[in-house]
Nanobody
Framework: QVQLVESGGGLVQPGAFLRLSCEAS????????MAWFRQAPGKEREFVAA???????YYASFVKDRFTVSRDNAKNTAYLQMVNLQPEDTAVYYC????????????????WGQGTQVTVSS
């Protein structure tokens, strides 16, 4: 049974730091690219960042060096480190897995987690 379980979200003030984790099971993690998407209320789900099985990375243009995606194949876990968070970063953050590289469309991903809420507010 495939599972992606995100954690690490929460309520933070502008300028804060968060590190999201995505623990995977039920598939060969090291053979998949892992990505993070986010969905704000009333908006479509959008691509944030992806990390290949080789640890190559790709980011959406709006990230602007504030986010860092990584993975630990030994722990079957992907991470999204976010610094200088702003209110516009408020969203549910999802991790997803795909056998292809590099993909930014929701439809290109085979497996999804349930999401973790990130709220940035003063």
């Amino acid at each position: 049974q495939v599972q992606l379980v995100e954690s690490g979200g929460g309520l933070v003030q502008p300028g804060a730091f968060l590190r999201l984790s995505c623990e995977a099971s039920g598939f060969t993690f090291s053979s998949y690219a892992m990505a993070w998407f986010r969905q704000a209320p009333g908006k479509e789900r959008e691509f944030v960042a992806a990390v290949r099985w080789t640890s190559s990375t790709y980011y959406a243009s709006f990230v602007k060096d504030r986010f860092t995606v990584s993975r630990d194949n030994a722990k079957n876990t992907a991470y999204l480190q976010m610094v200088n968070l702003q209110p516009e970063d408020t969203a549910v953050y999802y991790c997803a897995a795909t056998r292809n590289w590099v993909r930014q469309r929701v439809d290109d991903y085979n497996y999804w987690g349930q999401g973790t809420q990130v709220t940035v507010s003063s």
